[in-house]
Nanobody
Framework: QVQLVESGGGLVQAGGSLRLSCAASGRMFSTFVMDWHRQVPGKQRELVASINNGGTTNYADSVRGRFTISRDNAKNAVYLQMNSLKPEDTAVYYC????????????WGQGTQVTVSS
């Protein structure tokens, strides 16, 4: 079993920055692909960014060039640096982990609110 705990959300003005952190419990953190997703009320949860164990990253078009995902396997942590924030980035941000080897289990964090004021 893996537990994910997000932190770093809050209220920021448009153009500002926030850094989200996700701490993972358990062993074998390096066997997980780590993602950040976000969700606003009434809409589907969307993938924001992902990073695999080799450091390969992928971003949604809406955040590419503004957000950076990174991980520290020694600390069992993944981060999302968010710059040039826009009001449309307002959402609950969730950390997600998927094990890329058997048993390919997956886990979600509880979410952290990010609010960007105009």
């Amino acid at each position: 079993q893996v537990q994910l705990v997000e932190s770093g959300g809050g209220l920021v003005q448009a153009g500002g920055s926030l850094r989200l952190s996700c701490a993972a419990s358990g062993r074998m953190f390096s066997t997980f692909v780590m993602d950040w997703h976000r969700q606003v009320p009434g809409k589907q949860r969307e993938l924001v960014a992902s990073i695999n164990n080799g450091g390969t990253t992928n971003y949604a078009d809406s955040v590419r060039g503004r957000f950076t995902i990174s991980r520290d396997n020694a600390k069992n942590a993944v981060y999302l640096q968010m710059n040039s924030l826009k009001p449309e980035d307002t959402a609950v941000y969730y950390c997600h982990a998927t094990r890329w080897v058997f048993p390919k289990d997956a886990y979600w964090g509880q979410g952290t609110q990010v609010t960007v004021s105009s």
